[in-house]
């Protein structure tokens, strides 16, 4: 089979597509025919070596969407997907035409989405579930997202609306304010984030009770536009990891920072998620993701020099030669 390898990591330059045997299943896996795989910055910083775990040579790659071409007879051919911590750091991934998965690691496809938007979904998705959930985001909430456009801030824009939150998109272009909305969402332009508490209290006068900064340059900003007892919840740091916290505006909020990584949720329990998150896509409740950009599998070394670069946009590797 072909796949995407790294051998050491530190630098993108470790990439290879490579012949390698397909894997086989050992008791209690399945084999799944990769059709489309979803690549995350994660992925492109695992082979880059910010994650000092990582085992080598490794297979890279998260998400994915297929076919299970091996194991218990009645699942055979089924159509799944789903997502991992391990997937490309200490188990062999996605960015292959095949893999291997623990049985329960696997999900039902949703027959509402096609294979590359299923691969889409995984890790944008599986952490703004996280954040949600761990946040306690329910019907009424007021619900903040800064970097509402990203794949992991539209995904929390979506899932807060089915829980029934009053959710707003914090955006920093006229553009993409206009997309959002263009999608029947409200968002708000902020260039700085020192604007952000004015913004945010010109439309709850109370605060929010969440806000979810996918882009991790708001903390400080976001403590001020809390309301009492608000949760602000993190999935990235700014560069060099440490920013200021106004940890006297926080405490008389009774305010709450939660750290969201979804490297701490292997496959089996990501896709009792997306079985819920499913659901949602079933039901109508979910919009189909778009707006990503396919790429078929002997172009992947140069989609990851693309999303290193800053390359907007979600991409989704197709894996038919």
Request: aromatic content about 6%; overall charge neutral; some cysteine.
């Amino acid at each position: 089979m072909l796949a995407l390898t790294f051998g050491r990591t530190g630098d993108l330059s470790a990439l290879e597509l490579l012949e390698v045997p397909a894997p086989e299943p050992k008791p209690g896996e399945v084999v799944v025919r990769i059709v489309a795989a979803g690549l995350n910055p994660s992925d492109v910083k695992n082979v880059r070596g910010s994650f000092p775990y990582t085992t080598v040579p490794r297979i890279a790659g998260r998400d994915f969407a297929g076919i299970v071409a091996r194991g218990p007879a009645d699942f055979v051919g089924a159509a799944v997907w789903g997502t991992g911590g391990e997937l490309g750091f200490t188990r062999d991934g996605t960015h292959a035409e095949y893999v291997a998965l623990p049985l329960e690691g696997v999900s039902r496809k949703p027959d509402a989405l096609g294979f590359e938007q299923a691969a889409s979904v995984g890790v944008p998705y599986t952490t703004a579930w996280s954040a949600l959930e761990r946040c306690d985001v329910s019907a009424g909430d007021r619900v903040v997202v800064i970097g509402a456009t990203g794949a992991v801030g539209a995904a929390a824009m979506d899932l807060a609306a089915w829980r029934g939150a009053h959710v707003v998109g914090v955006v920093r272009r006229h553009e993409q304010r206009l997309a959002l909305e263009a999608k029947g969402r409200q968002g708000v332009t902020v260039e700085r984030p020192a604007a952000l508490a004015d913004a945010v209290l010109r439309i709850f006068e109370d605060g929010a009770n969440v806000i979810v900064d996918t882009t991790g340059a708001y903390l400080d900003a976001a403590v001020h536009a809390l309301a009492a007892e608000g949760r602000v919840a993190v999935i990235t740091a700014a560069d060099g990891g440490t920013v200021a916290l106004p940890v006297r505006s926080l405490y008389r909020r009774g305010g709450v920072v939660v750290g969201i990584n979804s490297l701490l949720y292997d496959s089996v329990t990501c896709a009792k998620v997306l079985d819920r998150i499913g659901a949602g896509f079933t039901l109508g409740a979910l919009p189909a993701p778009s707006g990503f950009t396919v790429t078929p599998l002997s172009g992947a070394v140069a989609a990851y020099r693309d999303v290193a670069a800053g390359g907007a946009g979600k991409r989704v590797l197709v894996m038919a030669r």
